[in-house]
């Protein structure tokens, strides 16, 4: 199957500061990604979808000017968390889809659980 | 609205049969997913329903109803490692898949 992986698995930072989170596709070209968060024992949240070359979907509720998310090439999406504080703290997982298979079968990360102090 | 009922907690036997329930409610729909995640990890998927019957992959089985909104995971010659949350996730209209909290399985020895 196909390889997603999250860069860093775990990260603390202080508050005011801004976090990156890298997904890769690693024997795939994605074109679009998807970004959750999971707080413990609730289900996923999907944060914004990713689309290669172009602006990223926000679902209703996800503030686009502190969860920045850049998709540069086909292989690569970035989340980052600017002016964290501690309520940003949680899981947060990137997925992709093979082309031709759909948003439904998604490869996901291992996730980056982040920690604001 | 869209929603999705699983129980929350489900305990079994190592070896023994196990079904993990899943009705839903879209705005649409385009199938439905089961996604096994262990914890403090990601999902990892199992299976994928689009239409009525039965899906049988090894030890993992998955039915799908679509008239009665009702899917079940079926989980057979359980082992230890199969501990972890089973997420049913239908998609709607728009291709989004919906995420429930999952089934939490406990296998006892």
């Known amino acids: 199957g196909a390889v997603v992986s999250q860069h860093p698995s775990w990260v603390i930072c202080k508050s005011g500061t801004s976090v990156k989170i890298e997904c890769r596709s690693l024997d795939f070209q994605a074109t679009t990604m998807f970004w959750y968060r999971q707080f413990p024992k609730q289900s996923l949240m999907l944060m914004a979808t990713?689309?290669?070359?172009?602006?990223?979907?926000?679902e209703q509720g996800v503030e686009k000017d502190k969860f920045l998310i850049n998709h540069a090439s086909l292989t690569l999406s970035t989340l980052t968390v600017t002016s964290a504080h501690p309520e940003d703290s949680s899981f947060y997982i990137c997925?992709?889809?093979?082309?031709?298979?759909?948003?439904?079968?998604?490869?996901f990360g291992p996730g980056t659980r982040l920690t604001v102090t | 609205g869209q929603n999705i009922d699983q129980p929350t907690e489900m305990t079994a036997t190592e070896g023994a049969i196990v079904q993990i329930n899943c009705t839903y409610q879209?705005?649409?729909?385009?199938?439905l997913f089961w996604y096994q995640q262990h914890a403090g990890e990601a999902p990892t998927f199992l299976s994928y329903n689009v239409l009525d019957g039965l899906e049988e992959k090894g030890r993992f089985s998955s039915f799908l109803s679509r008239s009665k909104g009702y899917s079940y995971l079926l989980l057979k010659e359980l082992q230890m490692k199969d501990s972890a949350s089973y997420l049913c996730?239908?998609?709607?209209?728009?291709?989004?898949?919906?995420w429930g909290a999952g089934t939490k399985l406990i296998i006892k020895p």
């Open positions: 990713s689309n290669e070359g172009s602006k990223a979907t926000y």
């Open positions: 996730a239908p998609m709607d209209s728009n291709y989004q898949l919906i």
């Open positions: 879209t705005s649409g729909f385009n199938g």
């Open positions: 997925s992709a889809a093979e082309p031709g298979q759909g948003a439904g079968e998604q490869y």
